[in-house]
């Protein structure tokens, strides 16, 4: 078993930033790829951002590249989402998730074994 808490989620105008972290406890964390995922209002959960499990490859949805950084410190357990220039469009519930089998890459949302609860990230215009 694997629990995973985000946090970091907030209210912040357009342009503005926040850093995501999300926690794990349970199953080595350095054994699993991870990823962040969003979900607005009436839209299907997206894959934002993945990370393999020795930090060095990593994958963008075109919305975010260049402005949102996927980072993980396996000595802390821990995997962040740095974003930054924020626009009201990255308005969602984000969510991070761990996947410990497989060789797609980058991993498909149905793949992933364990997800946090989510933190919200709301972004004014």
């Known amino acids: 078993q694997v629990q995973l808490v985000d946090s970091g989620g907030g209210l912040v105008q357009a342009g503005g930033s926040l850093r995501l972290s999300c926690a794990a406890s349970?199953?080595?964390?350095?054994?699993?790829?991870m990823g962040w995922f969003r979900q607005a209002p009436g839209k299907e959960r997206e894959s934002v951002a993945a990370?393999?499990?020795?930090?060095?490859?990593?994958y963008y949805t075109d919305s975010v590249k260049g402005r949102f950084t996927i980072s993980r410190d396996n000595a802390k357990n821990t995997v962040y989402l740095q974003m930054n220039s924020l626009k009201p469009e990255d308005t969602a519930v984000y969510y991070c998730?761990?996947?410990?089998?497989?060789?797609?890459?980058?991993?498909?949302?149905?793949?992933?074994?364990?997800w946090g609860q989510g933190t919200q990230v709301t972004v004014s215009s």
């Open positions: 998730a761990a996947v410990f089998r497989g060789s797609t890459w980058p991993p498909p949302l149905m793949s992933y074994d364990y």
């Open positions: 349970g199953r080595t964390f350095s054994s699993s790829a």
């Open positions: 990370i393999n499990r020795s930090g060095s490859s990593t």
